[in-house]
Nanobody, 124 residues
Framework: QLHLVESGGGLVQPGGSLRLSCVASGFPLDYFHIGWFRQAPGKEREGVYCGSSSGGSTTAADFVQGRFIISRDNAKNTAYLEMYSLKPEDTAIYYC?????????????????WGQGTQVTVSS
């Protein structure tokens, strides 16, 4: 069973940046495609940025607008979401998810494995 743990969330001012980490255990991360999702209070969980295991295919939500970067270090079994120029509307719980199949639409039901989430709050 793949287990995912996110970290790196916190309180940041508008315009600031954060790097979220997603550490995998139970299986090598190489076998899995990673997606990042978020859920704001009262809203549905939405896809933020999803990528294939090779990094050759990625799907970013429109609101990303070039502000976020996904990456991974398979040697550390860790995936990352770097976020820059953060806005108050980016406030949400951020989740990483993994699946063996990359479908490319960055939809919640494409992923079988989920972390517990990390809170990101953007506020002055």
């Amino acid at each position: 069973q793949l287990h995912l743990v996110e970290s790196g969330g916190g309180l940041v001012q508008p315009g600031g940046s954060l790097r979220l980490s997603c550490v995998a255990s139970g299986f090598p991360l190489d076998y899995f495609h990673i997606g990042w999702f978020r859920q704001a209070p009262g809203k549905e969980r939405e896809g933020v940025y999803c990528g294939s295991s090779s990094g050759g295919s990625t799907t970013a939500a429109d609101f990303v607008q070039g502000r976020f970067i996904i990456s991974r270090d398979n040697a550390k079994n860790t995936a990352y979401l770097e976020m820059y120029s953060l806005k108050p509307e980016d406030t949400a719980i951020y989740y990483c998810a993994a699946d063996r199949v990359f479908r490319g639409d960055c939809l919640r039901d494409e992923y079988d494995y989920w972390g517990q989430g990390t809170q990101v709050t953007v506020s002055s």
